[in-house]
């Protein structure tokens, strides 16, 4: 009963270095999103995925691109990180009309 | 636009007394609206929900929340707080944005519930 699975749970990074992160559902759901926590301003929309094959952006999308690899799994890269990409980013998955499960999220910083 | 607030930062009460965690919303048409929770070093959990029908929402825990139209408010409420309520608790409105055909939430900046013994 694993629901979102998120990898890795932490990681540092030097500015100007890229990394994937990595999100995995097992509810079959259709939705998936990243957002990221900042202390104070709650939980921001990065991009999502409305369904296999598509994504879109959402509040905060620059500096980051996604893959929607397959129903199952959704990905988050930052290209080049700059510190202000530090945060706790969380991937979450829906089916329509229904609560959002999130996974227990990464913990970035980029120095 | 739509948008949620939480005017708290932090709530603190004591164990045994009810607490109130408030959220107030501005959306265009009718809302749907939800109640997070998240625990340190975890992701959110979903509580509670109101998309139609009864006023007085029951959730998860103990949970309720009432919606009030007039007001634009959907309160998080508990009869009796417990230690292990202490947690941050998020309010989150359904985003229709231009197609209505999506499930997108934008959330409030969260409230801290500290319940003391």
């Known amino acids: 009963n694993a629901g979102v699975t998120q990898t890795p749970k932490f990681q540092v990074l030097k500015t100007g270095q890229s990394m994937t992160l990595q999100c995995a559902q097992d509810m079959n759901h259709n939705s998936m999103y990243w957002y990221r926590q900042d202390p104070g301003m709650g939980l921001r929309l990065i991009y999502y995925?409305?369904?296999?094959?598509?994504?879109d952006k959402g509040e905060v999308p620059n500096g980051y691109n996604v893959s929607r690899l397959n129903k199952r799994e959704f990905s988050l890269r930052l290209e080049s990180a700059a510190p202000s990409q530090t945060s706790v980013y969380f991937c979450?998955?829906?089916?329509?009309?229904?609560?959002?499960?999130f996974g227990d999220g990464t913990r970035l910083s980029i120095l | 636009a739509q948008s949620v607030a939480q005017p708290e930062d932090q709530v603190n009460v004591a164990e045994g007394n009810p607490l109130t965690v408030k959220c107030t919303y501005s959306v265009s048409g009718n809302p749907y609206l939800f109640w997070y929770v998240q625990y340190p070093n975890r992701g959110l959990q979903f509580l509670l929900k109101?998309?139609?029908?009864?006023?007085l929402v029951k959730g998860s825990y103990g949970f309720e929340a009432e919606f009030n139209k007039s007001q634009t408010s959907f309160h998080l409420k508990k009869p009796s707080a417990l230690v292990s309520d202490s947690a941050l608790y998020f309010c989150?409105?359904?985003?229709?944005?231009?197609?209505?055909?999506?499930?997108?939430?934008?959330f409030g900046t969260g409230t801290r519930l500290q319940v003391f013994p």
């Open positions: 989150a409105v359904r985003d229709r944005g231009i197609s209505y055909n999506t499930d997108k939430l934008i």
């Open positions: 979450a998955s829906s089916a329509p009309g229904q609560p959002q499960h």
């Open positions: 109101y998309i139609t029908g009864d006023n």
């Open positions: 995925s409305a369904s296999e094959g598509t994504t």
